[in-house]
C-alpha cells in the first residue's frame, strides 16, 4: 500500500500528455519525488478527503499544493477550487490552475473563487519547462504557509 501522508503537490490532469510534459519539468526541477497525479476533479476530491482508495491517508497530511486543471471529466477544475476554497480545513492550500485556457470568463471566475495563481500552458516546451520550474521554487520553497 503506497504512503499517502507524505503528498506535497497534487497534481490534476486528464491528459496524459500533458501529464508526462509537467512532471517530467517537475522532476528535473527536483519537485516530483513528493508528487501524486490524479486525472479527474473527483479523484481529487477523494484525495483531498480521504474517501475512497485514500480512506487510509492521514487527514491532518494535507499537500503543500495544488496543481489543477481547468476542464476535467466528471468534476471541473473550477469545482474542485470552490470545494477547497470553501473548506476550512483546506482553504489555505494554495492552487495553481495550470490550464490550456485563455478565457477571461474562465480566470475572473477562478480569482473569484480564490485562485492563488492561474497560469495558460505555453505551448512552446522551453517555455513550459520554466513555467513548472518557477511554480515549484516560488510555491515549494519561497511562499511561506498559512498554517
Known sequence: ????D????LFVEDSADDAVLTIRALSKSGFANKLHHVIDGAVALDFLYCRGIYAERNK????KLVLLDLKMPKISGIQVLEAIKSDPDLKSIPVVMLTSSNEGPDI???FELGANSYIVKPVDSDNFFNAIKEIGLYWMILSQPAH
Do not use: Q
Request: proline share 7%; glycine share 0%.
Open 6 to 9: 507524505d503528498v506535497e503537490i
Open 60 to 63: 491532518k497530511h494535507y499537500p
Open 108 to 110: 475572473e471566475k477562478c
Open 1 to 4: 500500500m503506497m504512503n499517502y
